[in-house]
C-alpha cells in the first residue's frame, strides 16, 4: 500500500499491487486494473519511488 495525495489535498492509500498505468497528462493519472482512475499531485517518478520502496519493504526479512 502506498499514500498518495489527491488534487484537493486528502491523502488516500492504494494497493501497490494494482496500479496498472500511470500517465502524466499534465496531472498524473493512477490508473487500477480494476479500471478506476485517481488523479493525484505527486510525479509518476515519486509514485514509482514510493512503489518500490513499498515493495522493497514487504520482501524484507523480518
Do not use: C, Q, W
Not at 494494482?18 to 488523479?39: A, C, M, N, Y
Amino acid at each position: 500500500m502506498i499514500e498518495v495525495t489527491r488534487l484537493k489535498g486528502t491523502k488516500m492509500i492504494i494497493n501497490a499491487e494494482l496500479i496498472e498505468i500511470i500517465e502524466e497528462t499534465p496531472d498524473t493519472v493512477i490508473t487500477l486494473t480494476s479500471g478506476k482512475k485517481f488523479i493525484v499531485s505527486e510525479t509518476s517518478k515519486e509514485i514509482t519511488d514510493l512503489v518500490i520502496n513499498y515493495k522493497r519493504k514487504i520482501h524484507t526479512p523480518l
